[in-house]
């Protein structure tokens, strides 16, 4: 999962159980989608955009009340570009939580290859709550507020606390009814409007890190309509409790870190090669606890340790070990800051806000807090503060969830899903894809790829190849297959 540098809230929660996951009435009648070309924003070359077409569909605010008000999904599309061997839609399921599915259509199609452009229209959507769908907006001047998800006291907690049930009020009363329906669950329901818009019986869908549990719960609801599935970087929706959840989160970082290390250790074009790397990243915890390392993005202000071990939990995505090489021996040389950041005014957008929505993790109290932090030190000496860190400390003191986590219950599909990890992911590790794997049983079938990062269709020929047979052909790949790494460059 990808966790931006925003504030987490939640809405009111329905508790939502997981026997609430059958499909739902919806209009008899499909809404109908009037396309027309997508237009370049903000700094989009108009070239690349060329060839999308977008439009807006009105789906229910809460599809527990199809009837009532409803809100426009902003979609878009790429038709295949050899229409005689069109297969069908491929709809991409965005990650995040937060990202934009437009933006991918329109300014981002180098993520899938030309046979995949060549057979199928590529469609997706910005999700509820995102981008150009009624995004989740709150006050900025809050947001930039957000406490140290590296809670030191009691006071802390209870200070975060009353923090979170702010922002959320905040956000309902800035974003409007869509907020307490952001969840997943509508989500799913979304997607399938979109197929019935579409006029296609069924789809092909591929969802990437957090729109694996997208996928997921649409193969769960509605399994006829999909005519293939792959997951990429799986989320494990299983995790029961807080504790599950972050010691499997730490755990993938940890690993991740200690391949960064592995390498530089053995390549002398490593910019700390020679170091040792795990003192000279505790010195640079250490001293931003003191407030004296610089953000990488504003030199003239200081960075938390949380925010400091959050740009090396993204640079290990890629992976882009040399430059995060560069930027540890940067940041070890580099003075205190002595400027303090800006506080912005007007509104931004939260774009995680769905995440409390869909999990439930509660931590009792500030001592069974402290004793998180502690286990993580102790098993996770480098990544003690996985990126996903921030997702307990914002879901503090709000409502449950109204998706709570389940295991998934999938029936009855054609063809099996097809799931793909990395074995060194550092934020779906490769034991929450064997665990989703447990959970389909036959309907399930797991493609390991030997490498680092997070996603693995761009992990070498050997990924793309039998991703996109598949996906074309229906051709699921034997248990057990899996695909050699590619070194990073």
């Given at each position: 999962m990808k966790f931006r540098q925003r504030a987490l809230a939640c809405g009111a929660a329905l508790g939502v159980a997981a026997a609430g996951l059958t499909a739902l009435p919806a209009s008899a009648t499909p809404a109908t989608i009037q396309w027309a070309d997508c237009t370049p924003e903000g700094q989009d070359d108009p070239e690349v955009v060329k060839g999308s077409q977008c439009a807006t569909l009105q789906v229910p605010v809460d599809w527990r009340n199809p009837d009532g008000p409803t809100f426009g999904l902003a979609i878009a599309r790429r038709t295949a570009k050899e229409p005689g061997d069109r297969v069908g839609v491929l709809l991409w399921g965005p990650g995040g939580p937060g990202d934009s599915g437009v933006d991918r259509v329109k300014t981002g199609m180098d993520r899938f290859s030309q046979t995949l452009q060549n057979r199928f229209d590529v469609v997706s959507f910005d999700p509820r709550g995102i981008a150009r769908s009624n995004p989740v907006k709150c006050s900025a001047a809050l947001l930039a507020g957000q406490p140290s998800p590296v809670l030191k006291s009691q006071a802390d907690f209870d200070a975060t606390i009353r923090y979170n049930r702010t922002l959320d009020a905040d956000c309902r009363q800035h974003t409007g009814p869509v907020y307490d329906h952001i969840d997943t669950w509508q989500t799913v329901r979304d997607v399938d409007a979109v197929r019935a818009a579409l006029g296609e019986r069924t789809i092909s869908f591929h969802g990437s890190s957090y729109g694996t549990l997208l996928g997921g719960q649409y193969a769960e609801t509605y399994p006829h309509r999909v005519r293939a599935m792959v997951l990429e970087s799986v989320v494990d929706h299983s995790a029961a409790s807080a504790r599950s959840f972050i010691d499997a989160q730490a755990s993938a970082a940890q690993d991740s870190f200690d391949e960064f290390v592995t390498w530089c250790n053995a390549?002398?074009?490593?910019?700390?090669?020679?170091?040792?790397?795990?003192?000279?990243?505790?010195?640079?915890?250490?001293?931003?606890?003191?407030?004296?390392?610089?953000?990488?993005?504003?030199?003239?202000?200081?960075?938390?340790?949380?925010?400091?071990?959050?740009?090396?939990?993204?640079?290990?995505?890629?992976?882009?070990?040399?430059?995060?090489?560069?930027?540890?021996?940067?940041?070890?040389?580099?003075?205190?800051?002595?400027?303090?950041?800006?506080?912005?005014?007007?509104?931004?957008?939260?774009?995680?806000?769905?995440?409390?929505?869909?999990?439930?993790?509660?931590?009792?109290?500030?001592?069974?807090?402290?004793?998180?932090?502690?286990?993580?030190?102790?098993?996770?000496?480098?990544?003690?503060?996985?990126?996903?860190?921030?997702?307990?400390?914002?879901?503090?003191?709000?409502?449950?969830?109204?998706?709570?986590?389940?295991?998934?219950?999938?029936?009855?599909?054609?063809?099996?899903?097809?799931?793909?990890n990395a074995i060194h992911d550092p934020a779906t590790g490769y034991n929450w894809a064997r665990s989703v794997a447990r959970q389909l049983g036959r309907h399930g079938v797991l493609l390991t790829y030997e490498g680092w990062g997070h996603g693995s269709y761009d992990g070498g020929p050997c990924m793309e190849t039998t991703i996109d047979a598949y996906l074309v052909a229906l051709d699921v790949p034997r248990r057990g297959t899996s695909c050699p790494a590619v070194p990073p460059v």
């Open positions: 390549a002398t074009t490593c910019a700390l090669h020679g170091r040792d790397i795990s003192a000279l990243w505790a010195g640079l915890l250490e001293r931003a606890d003191d407030g004296k390392v610089p953000d990488p993005r504003n030199p003239d202000v200081p960075i938390t340790p949380y925010w400091l071990s959050f740009n090396v939990f993204r640079a290990l995505y890629g992976p882009q070990w040399p430059a995060l090489a560069d930027l540890l021996k940067k940041l070890d040389a580099s003075v205190p800051p002595t400027g303090q950041p800006p506080v912005p005014t007007g509104l931004a957008s939260n774009t995680l806000a769905v995440f409390c929505q869909d999990w439930d993790l509660p931590v009792r109290n500030y001592r069974e807090y402290a004793g998180m932090l502690d286990r993580l030190a102790r098993n996770n000496p480098d990544m003690r503060y996985p990126g996903q860190l921030v997702a307990i400390s914002m879901c503090l003191g709000l409502p449950s969830a109204d998706n709570p986590q389940h295991r998934l219950k999938v029936r009855d599909l054609d063809t099996p899903v097809l799931l793909a």
